[in-house]
């Protein structure tokens, strides 16, 4: 048992392997053919040699039933088995001269006639001897087989050797094949071994055929795009841990301070308790875009279907209608029926205008106005977010999608938000290759334009 589990082992090792299972089909499909043409060529070949010694005895035959015809014309000069073996030595054959009854009239010295065991190992050939309709007799040569064998065994020796090579250099050609081909699918899971033991900084040169360029390609891209999303969680993580500290000391304080003035003091401590809510508020608006913004790039990864982004602005315009009133706010809203198709999830879409929106409200004061628009140009869908509000100084614009980057009022005040608003934007409309553009002037408002590429563009885009 453990002989025959030894030789399946051995045999089977080959086809672990893609390269063994590479260069053993390409085996199997080349040595049948090359066997079945080596056998053809050997029966082939074999069939002439026989032909060939066969006509050369018969062309001997005729020429010393033609001689013989001829001196038998001008009367025998010496008997005629002297004459036969003679003839025999000359042409370097065996000789019996039959008469028209078939009996033998003479013969060389060596004719095997009437020994079957050495008459199977001679060729024989006959001729008649004088005109066909009136002959003599009939002339039977008779060489021995073994130079035509020798001939036709060194053929197929030949062959053999020949097929031998052509195996070697099929074998020889089948494992270079099987490892170019298996090579980068080697390196590659190299690669990615390195990378499920947290080196992200893998990367693999496309090579060898189309399909193994095409998977170290996708594997590239993946490991590009898991390095990027690593480095954005763990700048996530920071910065969230950064902007935590701030609220959480303050809300300690506040704590402390009316455990300290509770008993004395109560007005006081329901003041810092007031204080103390509002922080945790603040907490509770920072943690849920934390869990929105870190939840975007999840649910970028799931693709999107074209789709039509108006009835997706009409919901959210009614929903945001309600709070813009409540501020004393004119909300327009300018959007046709229907808009190009993009490519986006209209949950995704939904979340950034309504950000724009609450933006827009937020640092709108009363009597103000907010419009939310929408057109095809160049494209693209081109949806915009416009207000009366306070505007955006200068120097913050260039800062303004950055992550935990809070607005100013226009006058040098920063805003209450958690500053992942407009991050969570510009996330989104990258993520579905559009961008975010904005223009401000202070003491006018702000527009902020969301630019999304129309499914056919992006399709053709792709396809080029």
């Known amino acids: 048992m453990a002989t025959v589990w030894r030789l399946r082992k051995l045999v089977s090792l080959p086809l672990a392997t893609l390269g063994g299972r590479l260069a053993v089909a390409h085996l199997l499909v080349v040595l049948p053919g090359l066997l079945a043409l080596v056998i053809w060529a050997g029966i082939r070949m074999s069939h002439d040699i026989s032909a060939k010694y066969r006509e050369a005895l018969l062309r001997t035959a005729s020429l010393m039933a033609t001689v013989l015809d001829e001196e038998l014309e001008s009367g025998p000069r010496v008997p005629a088995g002297v004459y036969a073996h003679a003839l025999g030595e000359l042409a370097g054959v065996s000789l019996a001269i039959l008469d028209e009854k078939g009996n033998v009239v003479a013969a060389s010295d060596d004719y095997p006639w009437g020994e079957d065991e050495e008459a199977s190992s001679f060729m024989m050939a006959a001729a008649v001897i004088g005109d066909p309709r009136m002959p003599r007799g009939v002339l039977v040569a008779g060489r021995p087989k073994g130079p035509m064998n020798a001939e036709i065994r060194n053929t197929w020796l030949a062959l053999g ?16 094949l099987a490892r170019h081909i298996s090579r980068p699918v080697r390196e590659l899971t190299a690669s990615a071994a390195a990378l499920a033991r947290g080196d992200l900084g893998q990367s693999v040169v496309p090579q060898g055929p189309v399909e193994t360029r095409q998977l170290a390609e996708a594997f590239n891209t993946m490991a590009h795009r898991l390095r990027s999303w690593l480095e954005r969680q763990l700048a996530l993580v920071a910065e969230a841990a950064h902007e935590l500290r701030s609220p959480l000391a303050s809300v300690r304080l506040r704590l402390e301070m009316a455990q300290a003035h509770g008993e004395r003091d109560p ?116 949806i915009a977010v416009s207000d009366s509000g306070v505007g955006i100084p200068p120097d913050e614009l260039p800062y303004i999608f950055q ?32 961008q975010v553009k904005v223009g401000s002037r202070l003491g006018e408002g702000s527009t902020f334009v969301l630019a999304l590429p129309c499914a056919e563009a992006s399709q053709g885009t792709s396809g080029a």
């Open 161 to 176: 050797g020949m097929g031998l090579l052509v195996l070697g250099a099929s074998v020889a050609a089948s494992l270079l």
């Open 267 to 382: 007005e006081t401590a329901r003041r810092y308790l007031a204080l103390a809510l509002e922080e945790v508020e603040r907490l509770d608006r920072l943690a849920h875009q934390l869990l929105s913004l870190s939840s975007v790039d999840a649910q970028l990864a799931r693709g999107a279907q074209p789709m039509d982004p108006a009835p997706v602005l009409f919901q959210v315009a009614d929903s945001m209608m309600v709070l813009a009133q409540h501020k004393g706010l004119q909300m327009q809203v300018d959007v046709p029926p229907h808009l190009p198709l993009v490519r986006a999830s209209a949950e995704l879409l939904s979340t950034a205008v309504r950000n724009l929106l609450d933006n827009a409200i937020k640092f709108t004061p009363p009597g103000g106005r907010v419009r939310l628009s929408a057109q095809a140009a160049g494209g693209q869908v081109e």
């Open 403 to 434: 992550r935990f980057r809070r607005g100013r009022h226009g006058t040098g005040e920063k805003g209450s938000g958690a500053g992942l608003g407009l991050a969570l934007v510009k996330t989104i409309a990258e993520g579905y290759g559009g």
